[in-house]
């Protein structure tokens, strides 16, 4: 056989090669994965996936992989946004008491008011005074409203953050910097109950303990698993 023949047999045996190996990562985790959802096997589920769901195979078949999409880690950026709007909040409480006091103490004003006079300004002044406070208190449940939704992002990214890493806690974990892998498999599954597909969404994080000059290396999880019918 020529030289060249067996260079181009080389780069070939190297694409399979590396075409299998791609794959397999895919196909290690859906392997653990059902084997445990085959034997009832909770523990192990729940260290794979968010929130697990039994899927019983007898056999299934990879319909796509999608490229690896990278960006950066979002979990400091969300605990900002929410620790800049726990201080709206705060600030917003002390202005709401404030117009509330105002309210009452034109509603006192009005109640010992002596003459007709008297009561038609007090009156007036209770009016724009309970206008204040409503738009007040309006914008201060708004505010709550943003500060609640901030504070459930935060805290569900944590937890998917601890959960690749593999850890249940870690102090600054919220602090992290580096990057999230993001991935989605579309797998067609043979079971009792029929043909089904599902689509698997996996999430893995690098991350950096700036500081501490200390690297965490997460794995691949599922951080959702939902059927396509």
């Keep these: 056989m020529s030289r060249k023949n067996l260079s181009l047999m080389g780069i070939f045996l190297v694409m399979i090669f590396m075409q299998s190996c791609s794959s397999d ?3 290690n985790l859906l392997d653990r994965y059902f084997h445990a959802s085959t034997l009832n096997d909770v523990d192990t ?3 794979m ?7 019983k195979a007898e056999s299934y078949e990879i319909l796509s992989v999608t490229e690896e999409v990278i960006q950066p880690a979002t979990l400091p950026d969300l605990n900002k946004k929410y620790l800049d709007i726990k201080k709206q909040v705060e600030d917003s409480v002390s202005i709401t008491l404030s117009s509330s006091d ?3 103490n034109a509603k006192f004003e009005e109640e010992t008011a002596r003459t007709a006079a008297a009561k038609r300004a007090a009156r007036t002044k209770v009016s ?3 206008v204040k406070y409503d738009e007040q208190y309006e914008k201060h449940k708004n505010i709550q409203v943003e500060k609640n939704d901030a ?3 935060a805290d569900k990214e944590e937890v998917i953050t601890l959960f690749s890493l593999g850890v249940q806690e870690l102090l600054n974990v919220r602090d992290l910097t580096g990057e999230v892998v993001f991935k989605e498999l579309t797998v067609r599954i043979v079971g009792e109950e029929g043909t089904r597909d599902y689509k698997f969404f996996l999430r893995k994080y690098t991350l ?3 500081v501490m000059n200390q690297s965490w290396r997460g794995r691949f999880i599922f951080v959702k698993i939902e059927p396509l019918d």
Excluded: V, Y
């Design 25 to 27: 990562p895919e196909k």
């Design 45 to 47: 589920l729940s260290a």
């Design 49 to 55: 996936a968010i929130a697990p769901i039994s899927i």
């Design 102 to 104: 105002e309210l009452d």
């Design 128 to 130: 724009a005074a309970q």
């Design 151 to 153: 504070e459930a992002a």
């Design 208 to 210: 950096k303990d700036e």
